[in-house]
């Protein structure tokens, strides 16, 4: 009943920047956070940053001053920015996002995955 479509990512030198984009569709009548994660290759998935409906934020130490998460709730769209990228980002990232239907039932949806290949 939710739909997330992701894009953005890619495959960047260290030090750039790629920006990921997630909008939430479908029957809801409210969205409480959107977040990405992150699950490198032989690791277990990880958060790299959240954000509420009010804007309150929640970074990972390792993305801290690098990434930069915002969102457009009249849109229910969310970004990632991230910048000074490192070879240990390479990743496939994951948007996250919990909130209410307009049946007032909760629902947590994720998305499919964006790679993100940063190159040393």
């Known amino acids: 009943q939710v739909q997330l479509v992701e894009s953005g990512g890619g495959l960047v030198q260290a030090g750039g920047s790629l920006r990921l984009s997630c909008a939430a569709s479908g029957s809801i009548f409210s969205i409480a956070t959107m977040g990405w994660y992150r699950q490198a290759p032989g690791q277990q998935r990880e958060l790299a940053a959240s954000?509420?409906?009010?804007?309150?934020?929640n970074y990972a130490d390792s993305v801290k001053g690098r990434f930069t998460i915002s969102r457009d709730n009249a849109k229910n769209t969310a970004y990632l920015q991230m910048n000074s990228l490192k070879p240990e980002d390479t990743a496939v990232y994951y948007c996250?996002?919990?909130?209410?239907?307009?049946?007032?039932?909760?629902?947590?949806?994720w998305g499919q995955g964006r790679q993100v290949t940063v190159s040393s």
């Open positions: 996250k996002t919990t909130g209410t239907l307009k049946s007032y039932a909760l629902f947590t949806s």
């Open positions: 954000i509420t409906a009010g804007g309150s934020t």
